[in-house]
């Protein structure tokens, strides 16, 4: 399956869910927003939404300061 993420193309074997493309990319448990072909996907769903070909992912993560 090829998706886009982040705008750089990506290819994993199967169709994963959302919380699996997280902890892939290693933000797990960290304050990040998801958003799956311009709409964003609430976190209570990131287990049930699964990635579909060629969707177009952009995960950003928040970093505090101030």
């Known amino acids: 399956m090829n998706i886009v993420l982040n705008g750089e193309p ?3 074997d199967d169709s994963i869910s ?3 493309l997280v902890h ?3 933000l797990t448990g960290k304050r990040i ?3 799956i072909n ?3 996907i609430p976190a209570s ?3 049930t ?3 579909k070909e060629s969707d177009q ?3 950003v993560a928040a970093i505090g300061g101030g």
Request: charged share 20%; aromatic share 8%.
């Open 33 to 35: 927003a998801v958003e």
């Open 18 to 20: 959302v919380e699996a």
């Open 45 to 47: 769903q990131h287990t």
């Open 10 to 12: 990506q290819q994993f």
């Open 57 to 59: 992912v952009e995960v």
């Open 38 to 40: 311009l709409e964003i």
């Open 24 to 26: 892939f990319m290693e």
């Open 49 to 51: 939404h699964m990635l």
